[in-house]
């Protein structure tokens, strides 16, 4: 299947292993409909972290956890100084979360490692494979945790403060797993940034399934800007009301409901404009509706796409305003960036697919993973496999070993290619290893971690995401 | 206040005396927040029973209970076989309810018999004052039990069966408080109609209050058909889905939301439409909904216009279907005639506001009341007085002791001038008994309460009501 056309592509990952390792990571919180319920920093998740841990110790690498309780394995390259060229994901799930989400990102890192092994190929740059703390956010608020900790989105004292439902805290629960690591969680405090960071994950989306693409080359994430909204009319008996006297706060929301789409179509292809959550008050059959509270999920490829989108969001609010008897408040809750990738990483992983003679597509990642916060550290790209109807989230999430094994395949040709292979002559790893890790690395044999600011090349990168 | 312009409006009712009835009662299941909260058939109910039967007594009242409950306290007539000219409405509330739904139907029954006593009136036929079991059917269902089960909506069985969500039943509930009555509860089963019916009630909606007019000239009540409507799509998630892949489910539901209303708008003023109940799911921020339930309440004047409705919704549901990859179920699930009240009741009304000099107008009830259930076996009118905003069922609910002792004024005159006052001359007399009303005396002679057919004169008004 996977077509052999130069030398990175005679080693060939092992997609029976591949296959085989995520079903029995699977086992590991199992539902009875097929899915995984293994949320963050439970027993469960301690139990794969563990499962994890071994298979990557019998890979021969050297496994270091941090404050917040990111799980780090490293294969060591001829060139420890080198900063790592690494992947991952994350092994928590939702409460009725898939097999995939998250766990194909770890396990096509542990294939890479694997593979590496199999054919005894040493790289220049070490090699890391990242499992994210509490990812999926189900059980611990901020969402992304681990990655947004070592990015510096949120201080690690705010994650380890988090609560669950129940009252224990991440802190506790680190602690209760064993995880509360050692070494420092923040790139500000310390933690080694990579070379390159390559993120394998399905699509979690419709588009690759309706192109008949196997291999989604990732350019970036998509900009989020949340709203809640709530529209104030005054409740009223159905019966006795006439039309003309109604102030229906649930009329009025439809309208800017709608809205919401127009606007991100008006933008298309590179928006989205979703209402997810309504709650109307009171809520009864025969009451005109009072009170309308309903949430806004803005996404654009950029920012001045998502500007226009509010602004013409506050605009459909005044008309609506002015034209009907009602109040509307408008309340931003979420704001994250757009992200675009980089740009030498996304053309690897555009070129390892086109090598490997598998249909391909550029794609945005509307949905946010933790490589959109590694992204604000060190140079990152992402690749998507289709997977089942566009559905994740949801027990029934499935994908093709076909399609896992081909994503992991290119996972492993940009990450060699970036890491450089050591058997190569020193002359060609220059053309292999990121000249963006290749500095970061200059930069860390003259100074040791710390919490300077990013060097030149890095806020440069900053500087890009407007 | 009440101009005295003929005879009738000379006889006046005492306006302190029916609000400190209505203030006291009201203590019965009060609220901090100034509502009452005295559901059906609780001992709160009982209470509320036992303090209207006391005043009634000491008004000189013969009490009767029939098997689901309901009160009737009788002034006898100078003619006892004549039927009786009835009013009256329900005690029991909401969970936060106001102090004048229903009570304040009962009430100004009240007061009309004891405003009689005062004048020391005979009347032709007798007077009764009704208090109808679980009108609000917050705690039992079918709502309108009590006047339900006597006009025959549905059978005396099925009411007491009924269970509430601790699973009494109103058999039980019926026995614990000691209003499970010994007198046939159906008309079908010998529980006698009335010669007419008038029920005052605050006008639960705006549009008195908007018109500045005192008195509501009820011609009927609307009919309703209300339905459950379920939009289907595919649930996915916000941000990898494109706008163009979307299933989106409320997408889809906010323009037959929006049909529901505009439906309405182009039957106006005659009609109705409301979609008060909403439920998305899986209502969560950043997906895009799969299914969408709403209600749709649709009320109209008359059964041609509910027809239109119904042609215009399923229209609109087919146009939908067709735009949009959705799926759309309606189950209609209550369906209530139009109930045109009687024409000669409702001019007497009118005609009573008239001569006291009342700011009064037209009006159709758009909320079911037991009137409408009455007025399927005897004949009917219906008397509304503004409430404050428009608001009911509500614990701020709140009426002007001046609007209330008007409409009780118009139901004192209205009552006395159809019932007869055995004062006038015999030969006036005729002038002043609903003709119905006699015919249905002169049955009652020759037979005993039997579970015969209506007779001709009420076939005739049923068969009025399509």
């Not at 399905?202 to 809640?228: C, F, H, K, M, N």
Request: proline share 7%.
């Amino acid at each position: 299947m996977l077509a052999a056309v130069d030398a990175p592509t005679s080693v060939h990952i092992d997609a029976q292993r591949l296959w085989s390792s995520l079903m029995t990571l699977a086992e590991i919180g199992a539902t009875p409909k097929g899915g995984v319920c293994r949320l963050a920093l439970t027993d469960l998740d301690r139990q794969a972290r563990e499962l994890f841990a071994r298979w990557a110790r019998e890979a021969g690498c050297t496994l270091r956890v941090d404050a917040i309780g990111n799980l780090f394995a490293r294969r060591e390259g001829r060139e420890p100084a080198l900063p790592a060229v690494a992947t991952g994901s994350h092994i928590d799930t939702q409460p009725t979360g898939g097999k995939f989400d998250g766990n194909y990102g770890v396990l096509a890192g542990l294939e890479v490692l694997r593979t590496l092994n199999d054919h005894g190929i040493e790289t220049w740059a070490p090699i890391e494979v990242c499992v994210w703390t509490n990812e999926e956010g189900s059980r611990f608020v901020p969402v992304m945790m681990g990655s947004g900790v070592w990015a510096g989105a949120f201080t690690l004292e705010h994650a380890l403060s988090a609560a669950d439902r129940e009252g224990t805290t991440v802190r506790a629960a680190l602690q209760a797993i064993g995880y509360a690591g050692p070494t420092p969680a923040a790139v500000a405090d310390g933690a080694p940034r990579f070379g390159a960071y390559f993120e394998a994950h399905i699509e979690q989306g419709p588009v690759l399934e309706a192109s008949g693409r196997t291999i989604g080359v990732v350019t970036g994430a998509l900009g989020q800007r949340w709203y809640d909204v709530i529209v104030t009319g005054q409740e009223a008996h159905a019966g006795p009301t006439p039309m003309d006297l109604r102030r229906d706060a649930l009329q009025a929301a439809t309208q800017l409901m709608q809205q919401v789409d127009a606007i991100a179509r008006a933008e298309a292809p590179h928006a989205r404009g979703t209402v997810g959550y309504v709650d109307v008050f009171p809520n009864s059959r025969n009451t005109i509706p009072g009170r309308v509270t309903f949430t806004v999920d803005f996404r654009h490829t950029d920012d001045a796409g998502l500007h226009r989108m509010d602004a013409a969001l506050r605009a459909a609010v005044q008309a609506l305003e002015d034209a009907h008897a009602v109040q509307v408040a408008v309340q931003p809750v979420v704001y994250f960036p757009p992200a675009p990738f980089t740009p030498e990483l996304v053309a690897r992983v555009r070129a390892a697919a086109g090598r490997l003679g598998l249909p391909h597509q550029d794609i945005v990642s509307g949905a946010g993973h933790d490589a959109v916060y590694v992204a604000r550290q060190s140079p990152t790209a992402m690749i998507f496999v289709p997977c089942k109807d566009g559905i994740s989230h949801n027990e029934i999430e499935d994908a093709s070993p076909e399609h896992l094994a081909a994503g992991a395949q290119v996972l492993l040709q940009a990450m060699l290619e970036t890491a450089g292979r050591a058997a190569d002559e020193p002359a060609a790893r220059l053309h292999h290893v990121l000249h963006l890790g290749r500095r970061r690395a200059r930069d860390a044999v003259s100074a040791a971690p710390s919490t300077s600011p990013c060097p030149p090349q890095l806020e440069r990168h900053q500087q890009q995401r407007p």
